[in-house]
């Protein structure tokens, strides 16, 4: 499990920047023993009208590509708009 956390902590490394960048963050809470990774989004991010699409498009996409054993991600204590 802790090679698994390197490479999702390394996955979101990349795409940070860009969310601190709008005052914004993410974090990694933790990788369930079924692979479901579940993240808070922080700042900006949080209450953002574009969270999904930060999520699905930005966050997701980042960590499939690096880590595509993770059967899911999941945000946690955020409020996704619809």
């Known amino acids: 499990m802790e090679e698994l956390t390197k490479r999702?902590?390394?996955?979101?490394?990349?795409?940070?920047p860009y969310?601190?960048?709008d005052g914004g963050d993410v974090t990694l809470v933790?990788?369930?023993n079924d692979k479901v990774v579940k993240?808070?989004?922080l700042?900006?991010?949080k209450s953002c009208?574009?969270?999904?699409?930060?999520?699905?498009?930005?966050i997701e996409e980042s960590i499939r590509r690096a880590v595509p054993e993770i059967t899911g991600?999941?945000?946690?204590?955020t409020y996704l708009t619809v």
């Open 8 to 16: 999702v902590e390394e996955a979101l490394a990349q795409i940070r």
């Open 19 to 21: 969310l601190q960048a």
């Open 30 to 32: 933790e990788i369930s």
């Open 39 to 41: 993240l808070e989004l």
């Open 43 to 45: 700042g900006a991010c």
């Open 49 to 58: 009208s574009m969270n999904r699409m930060t999520m699905q498009a930005g």
């Open 73 to 77: 991600i999941e945000a946690i204590n």
